[in-house]
């Protein structure tokens, strides 16, 4: 068993953990800045991102000074990397907190890893200052820092908190058009599930439309059928039942994270009263 499968099993760590995920939802509560960090902006998880450049500055001045580098160049990097720290810490809490417990639990022990090392660099800059080295100090905070980024690949790749849950569906559901069951016996307001073949797929119908999209929440496949409808700026929403993303029933846009990424869109068509419905290959191609 590794390291990392040994942390996200201790459960001696939940109570720290639960306490950290309660403070940052007390403070980030569904917004803006909520939706800036996550990466909704941007398409993606925001976090990785700055991590990479942060992380990049830190460890690329540790091996400076590791090879007998300048000092004023190794310093420069630190100094970048600090800056991007807060913002990075921000991302990275806004993430940790829409985890599930063996995410959070490696996330604690991530972010304490990734404290002690930036005090570290910060400690190697302020001897610099007052005439010393510090190289003890970055080989230090490079060592932590980068176990910290073992257990961050452990979460993004091995727990897969941040990649999109519905990636593969454009993929894999069907391309020829398949039977929902009769038009008339989808409720009108109130998300059905319904099989496209093999796929579950969410129906949606509002007023005159009726909205077929993947019944899997991108953020962390919750089943989007249990989801809320609701309407913003006149458009029907529908609201993840587990962390609260907002999708547009129309498109599967993301209105409001955790998600950063749509929900896959299916095309609808009645033929004598049946629903019928195929997977859109394409998802940034309109709906015909």
């Not at 569904?30 to 990479?52: E, F, I, N, S, Y």
């Not at 001045?61 to 807060?86: F, I, K, P, W, Y």
């Not at 979460?155 to 391309?175: C, D, I, K, S």
Request: aromatic content about 4%; glycine content about 12%; some cysteine.
């Amino acid at each position: 068993m590794t390291i990392a499968e040994r942390i996200e099993r201790a459960r001696g760590l939940d109570r720290v953990a639960g306490a950290a995920r309660d403070a940052v939802q007390g403070v980030l509560r569904t917004g803006a800045v909520k939706d800036a960090l996550h990466g909704v902006w941007l398409g993606h998880a925001l976090h990785p991102a700055l991590a990479q450049f942060t992380l990049g500055s830190f460890v690329s001045a540790s091996l400076l000074d590791a090879v007998g580098g300048r000092t004023r160049e190794s310093s420069t990097l630190v100094a970048a990397g600090l800056a991007a720290t807060l913002p990075t810490v921000a991302s990275g809490w806004a993430d940790y907190a829409d985890g599930h417990e063996e995410q959070q639990r490696v996330g604690v022990v991530h972010a304490a890893l990734n404290g002690a090392g930036v005090a570290l660099y910060a400690g190697a800059l302020l001897a610099r200052s007052r005439g010393g080295r510090g190289r003890a100090l970055t080989a230090a905070g490079g060592a932590l820092v980068s176990l910290s980024a073992y257990l961050g690949g452990h979460m993004a790749f091995r727990q897969a908190l941040g990649p999109n849950h519905a990636e593969a569906v454009p993929h894999t559901g069907p391309e020829d058009w398949q039977p929902l069951g009769p038009l008339a016996e989808v409720p009108d307001r109130r998300p059905v599930r319904r099989l496209a073949g093999d796929t579950p797929v969410v129906v949606v119908r509002t007023a005159d439309a009726v909205a077929v999209l993947a019944d899997r929440c991108p953020h962390a496949s919750a089943p989007l059928h249990e989801g809320e409808l609701g309407e913003q700026d006149g458009c029907a929403t529908l609201t993840c039942p587990w962390h609260g993303s907002v999708f547009r029933t129309a498109d599967g846009g993301v209105v409001h994270g955790p998600a950063t990424a749509p929900v896959p869109r299916f095309e609808t068509r009645a033929v004598d009263g049946v629903l019928e419905a195929r997977v859109v290959t394409h998802p940034g191609v309109p709906a015909s």
